[in-house]
């Protein structure tokens, strides 16, 4: 089983950015594909963007492609997630997930381990 722990989280102005962090403990981080998952107020939770156990390939929602960017270090057990250009949207509780299925996995259902969130919040 791993743990994680998200950080990062906070009030922004719009077009600013944020970096949110994901600490793991427990199993080999390097044995799970990550992901981050938003949750607006009212909304279902949706998928933001997911990296494989090396970090080689990553997978992204259409509405953050060429704004946010999910990294990896597996030496440190932390994924990332850097957003720019934030908009009043991006607005949500952001988790990540942990998967071990291979490649950049999407659904929520393939990611049995969650962190608690960490909210963010765009200011207009």
């Known amino acids: 089983q791993v743990q994680l722990v998200e950080s990062g989280g906070g009030l922004v102005q719009g077009g600013g950015s944020l970096r949110l962090s994901c600490a793991a403990s427990g199993r080999t981080f390097s044995d799970y594909a990550m992901g981050w998952f938003r949750q607006a107020p009212g909304k279902e939770r949706e998928f933001v963007a997911s990296i494989s156990w090396g970090g080689a390939r990553t997978r992204y929602a259409e509405s953050v492609k060429d704004r946010f960017t999910i990294s990896r270090d597996n030496a440190k057990n932390t994924v990332y997630v850097q957003m720019n250009g934030l908009k009043p949207e991006d607005a949500a509780t952001y988790y990540c997930?942990?998967?071990?299925?291979?490649?950049?996995?999407?659904?929520?259902?393939?990611?049995?381990?969650w962190g608690q969130g960490t909210q963010v919040t765009v200011s207009s």
């Open positions: 997930a942990a998967s071990q299925r291979s490649g950049v996995p999407v659904a929520e259902t393939d990611y049995p381990y």
